[in-house]
């Protein structure tokens, strides 16, 4: 038992369909009960109501970051070892990757234009997700823009492993550029400046119903390029036969 | 190579080659602008090394899907490709070439557009060293984001998205240090990194870019 063996797209659908329901249904479970809780929550005494938003915020935020690292990951193995599934896993990622982008973003404006007293600033967190959002747009584009798929594979992995070097690097060199207004990490195992347990239960709840989110719409999207490999490969054979 | 590198030079500076393109539309930039933010020296001034930089930048973005292309379509790429010499080689060669046909005279000739912009003279050795140490790494770069889109209908737009964000580190720390000069400081600190950076990027993108490449020519 290896978990090459999903390399197989037979595997990978069967135990994908099998697994699919228990990942939506803990994905919403999880998100239904961590909002709620996350809206029942008290009011900060110096934010109020906004800092609800921050059960939507955080975990989108957290899931833009780390879905480009798991396109990473998963162009690392289709370059390596060549498992289509690999390949179609990172390209049905990226799109979800860039809505949690926007989400993150837009969720983020909303809260800063009562709190900051602007929309946007051009914080150095803001605009390195601003920058991750263009590499997002900018590996799309190219999987579309390529018809041998692939070519297509084999160049959106280079891209990305190019971009995950720049985006790392653009992180920090807009931290060189302007100082910022973003607090800095308070989710965290240290103790110390750590976010009140009252809103951290609810937080941890809506990230783990995030990530159930993704996994789902991951399995759902990279199932359904499965299919349209398979539909292009029997119309291919019904023209030729 | 240097027989590549002459043949990239030749080939460009001769008719059609679109040499000094890059040099018209630096200057087309740096004239609009005063128009559209007004005449008056102390913007000018303040907003000129960030122009400057974006400036440069977009001329640089203009002729880099002439670094592939014309090969690509008259099959010479093929033949470079099948060469004895590394295909890496050969990108870093044509990346050299770019850089001798559009960034070189960008350095150059920032100065001039530099007095044109009413940049403080104090900044005029900063924005020459952090041109001269920064266009090599968006001439490599280019030549990576022109190996990738080669073989593609509608891909000088496709490249435009592809570069402009790998460009992003090169801009902040370029454009930074020009600031710094202007505002009187010193801006090694940022040409340090600038410089680490096109090292970086002169040492690891040839290879990115060969593999695009030959994917492209599969």
């Not at chain 1, 990978?12 to 697994?19: C, D, L, N, V, Y």
């Not at chain 1, 935020?61 to 193995?77: E, G, P």
């Not at chain 2, 209908?153 to 964000?165: A, D, T």
Request: hydrophobic residues 60%; charged residues 10%.
């Amino acid at each position: 038992m290896s978990i090459w063996e999903y390399a197989n797209p037979v595997k990978f659908m069967r135990t994908s369909a099998a697994i699919l329901p228990w990942v939506a249904g803990g994905a919403a479970v999880s998100l239904a009960v961590g909002l709620v809780w996350g809206f029942l929550t008290p009011l900060d005494y110096k934010q109020g109501s906004t800092v609800k938003i921050m059960f939507l915020h955080v975990p989108a935020a957290m899931m833009a970051i780390n879905i480009w690292v798991m396109m990473l990951a998963a162009s690392l193995v289709w370059l390596i070892r060549r498992h289509h599934v690999s390949a179609l896993a990172a390209k049905a990622a990226a799109p979800v990757g860039a809505v949690m982008t926007v989400i993150a973003l837009l969720t983020g404006a909303i809260w800063g234009q009562p709190m900051w007293g602007t929309w946007w600033e051009w914080d150095p967190r803001l605009t390195a997700f601003l920058i991750l959002f263009l590499f997002y747009l900018g590996y799309i584009a190219l999987w579309s823009a390529v018809d041998n798929p692939d070519s297509a594979a084999d160049l959106t992995g280079v891209l990305c492993l190019v971009g995950s070097v720049f985006a790392f690097l653009s992180r920090y060199a807009v931290e060189f550029w302007n100082q910022g207004l973003h607090q800095g990490a308070t989710v965290s195992v240290r103790p110390g400046d750590r976010i009140s347990s009252a809103y951290s239960y609810p937080l941890y709840l809506c990230m783990l119903g995030f990530f159930l989110l993704f996994v789902t719409l991951l399995l759902i999207r990279t199932r359904t390029e499965i299919r349209r490999r398979r539909t292009a490969a029997l119309l291919a054979r019904e023209v030729q036969g | 190579m240097i027989a590549l590198l002459v043949r990239d030079l030749r080939l460009a500076t001769r008719a059609g080659g679109g040499f000094g393109l890059g040099l018209a539309f630096f200057l087309i930039v740096c004239t609009l602008v005063p128009f559209g933010v007004g005449p008056e020296g102390g913007t000018l001034a303040r907003i000129a090394p960030g122009i400057l930089w974006v400036g440069a930048l977009l001329a640089c973005l203009l002729s880099l899907d002439r670094i592939f292309a014309l090969d690509w379509e008259d099959g010479s790429l093929d033949l470079l490709a099948t060469a004895p010499l590394p295909l890496e080689g050969a990108v870093a060669i044509k990346a050299a070439a770019h850089w001798v046909t559009t960034g070189l005279p960008l350095v150059l000739a920032a100065p001039v557009f530099g007095v044109l912009l009413h940049l403080p003279g104090a900044a005029q050795p900063w924005l020459l060293a952090s041109l001269a140490i920064g266009t090599p790494a968006l001439s490599m770069l280019g030549a990576f984001g022109a190996a990738i889109t080669v073989g593609l209908r509608r891909g000088g737009l496709l490249l435009s998205l592809l570069v402009l964000p790998l460009y992003v580190p090169t801009l902040i720390f370029g454009a930074e240090a020009v600031r710094r000069g202007a505002a009187g400081g010193d801006g090694t600190t940022p040409l340090v990194f600038l410089a680490g950076i096109t090292l970086a990027v002169l040492a690891a993108m040839p290879f990115a870019a060969a593999a695009a490449l030959r994917v492209n020519l599969r």
